[in-house]
């Protein structure tokens, strides 16, 4: 700790997450605390609760500052879920039409197979 007192900043003194101080020497040779801002914590996946890459870190006022190609990814779901998420979520969905054409299929055999008994 240095030997000269340095007063706070700010209105109230109490060490709280959100007054977080360093000590920098000023250009003027002065010591003087410097207030640290909190960090960001990344976004995360809707589905499986991972982070998400490519988004930064910031404070949720500061979403509002950056430019939209900082906020997303360009993907389908991009900026909401990962890509195994959304990956699941295609092959889910494709296996669903699958089925479907599967099942009509087998239906028209059957109506088929029963005209020709009948």
Known sequence: MPDTRLTYRRRHTYNTT?????IIKTPGGKLRYLHIKKRGTPQKCGDCGNK?????ALRPR???TISRPNKTV???YGGSRCANCVRERVVRAFLIEEQKIVK???K???QSSSKKRS
């Open 74 to 76: 360009q993907r389908a």
């Open 18 to 22: 959100s007054l977080k101080t360093r």
């Open 104 to 106: 009509k299929v087998l």
């Open 108 to 110: 028209e055999n059957q």
């Open 52 to 56: 998400l890459q490519g988004i930064p």
């Open 62 to 64: 500061q979403y509002a």
